[in-house]
Each structure stands twice: as structure tokens, then as C-alpha cells.
């Protein structure tokens, strides 16, 4: 059975001091090319001289960060993402409820996720979700009956024989190879649209794990996905991003 790690970047709240960007990242592999992706992980860490390292994102540095995105373009992950601009959203008081944002991404995310296990993979997939405050098995599980059931809620486009919406699993992050690489994708995508405190932006980690979003890709496949649209402000590099 296929897997899907997700994990995030940015805040979901919509104050004047949360961040503009929310990120759901997602890093997928077949059951057969999980040795490869253990592998390539444990090669890394085995160059590490602590006996409980993990990576995560923020506590890295930057060359440390570069360094497992090397190790881990290696590895036959599929990279994908949604990217929320909140600025952009015109109702903003819809996603004000806990997890409302998280999981409506996730919708987006599990869309195509579910469409490349079955055109790539053939095989159904499961989700293995970073742990967050206050997430549980039985949220995913309602919001999932919710979208299936309700009739007030807009179609979906997730293949739902592919996803095995019962085999939910929320995990510490460190505790699972495939969790730590869904924080880098979401982190590395944050860290090139998300403006620091200094007004700077840092796209090369995005740049250097490209390999991952093209790693098996099928026709009409996309890996990243803007809500509600590409921001007038990155048109400039409009074509890059629906390149991955």
C-alpha cells in the first residue's frame, strides 16, 4: 500500500500577525520503494553523530538543510503541496473554525494524491499526518464522511476507492522518515513565499528539491497547487511554479 506523509508550514489563523501563507506538503512512495526511501534517509543520518537525530526543519541549519535535501532527492518520494494565500481568500471568516483550513487543504492535497497512487503507483494509499494539537483520527474520519455524504458540500475530486480513509495515522513528526520529509517540502516551499522579518525571501531550497515534484509524474499530474490563484505578485514566475 502506498503512502502519503503530510505536514505543515505557516499558521492557519487569519490575525494581522500570522503569517500570509499556509502550506500543506506531501511525500508519497509506492510499498515497494520504501527501502529505497529508508535507505537514503538512513545513509544521511548515519553521518550524524547523534544516536537520536531527526530532521526538522526549523532547528536545522542552513547547510544541514541543503545536505538532506541532497540525500533525500535521492530517494523515490513524489513531492507535492497545496499553497494557501490567505490575503487572496474573499471570505475568510469560513476558515475561522479549528482545522477548517487544514483540512480543506488537505481535500486539495488528498485529490492528487489519490490520483497518482492510481496512475503511478496502482495500489491504494493511506495517510500518515504530523501530529498537531488537538487532531485526532475521529476529526479526519467525520470531516471525510462530511465531504462523501453532505449534500451541501461542493464535489470532490478524490478517488475514494484509492484512499483508504479507515488507515489514518497522526504521528510526532520525528518518530517517522517519510513525516520529516513532508516538513521539508511544506518548510522549503514557506521559506521561498513567506517573507522574513528582513523583507527576504529564500528559494533555494525549493530550487534544489525540484527533482522531488518530478520524480514520477503522469499525464496532467500537478504537483503544486495554488488557493485560490497564483498571486498577482509571483506572475513573474507564474510558468516556474506550474512547471512542479
Known amino acids: 500500500m502506498a503512502v502519503l506523509y503530510v505536514d505543515e508550514a505557516g499558521e492557519e489563523g487569519f490575525k494581522d500577525s500570522s503569517s500570509e501563507w499556509f502550506i500543506l506538503g506531501g511525500a508519497l512512495h509506492s510499498n515497494n520503494q520504501l527501502k529505497e526511501c529508508v535507505d537514503c534517509y538512513d545513509a544521511f543520518k548515519g553521518k550524524r553523530r547523534q544516536a537520536e537525530w531527526h530532521f526538522h526543519f526549523q532547528t536545522r541549519s542552513h547547510d544541514e538543510r541543503l545536505g538532506f535535501i541532497e540525500a533525500i532527492t535521492k530517494a523515490p518520494y513524489q513531492a507535492m503541496a497545496v499553497m494557501f494565500h490567505k490575503p487572496s481568500i474573499t471570505k475568510p471568516e469560513n476558515f475561522k473554525k479549528k482545522y477548517y483550513l487544514y483540512f480543506y487543504a488537505l481535500k486539495f492535497l488528498l485529490e492528487r494524491a489519490t490520483k497518482w497512487a492510481d496512475q503511478t503507483a496502482k495500489e491504494p494509499i493511506h495517510l500518515m499526518l504530523s501530529s498537531r494539537k488537538g487532531l485526532d483520527e475521529d476529526n479526519l474520519k467525520s470531516y471525510f464522511n462530511r465531504i462523501r455524504t453532505s449534500p451541501f458540500v ?27 520529509v513532508a516538513d521539508l517540502v511544506a518548510s522549503s516551499i514557506f521559506k521561498a513565499v513567506e517573507k522574513s522579518e528582513y523583507g527576504t525571501l529564500e528559494p533555494r531550497y525549493i530550487k534544489e528539491l525540484r527533482p522531488l515534484f518530478e520524480r514520477d509524474p503522469y499525464k496532467g499530474f500537478q504537483a503544486t497547487t495554488f488557493w485560490p490563484a497564483i498571486p498577482f505578485f509571483l506572475s513573474t514566475e507564474r510558468m516556474q511554479w506550474r512547471e512542479i
Open 154 to 180: 461542493p464535489k470532490d475530486d478524490i478517488l475514494w476507492d484509492i484512499l483508504r480513509h479507515e488507515e489514518i495515522h497522526i504521528k510526532p513528526n520525528k518518530e517517522y522518515r517519510g513525516l520529516q
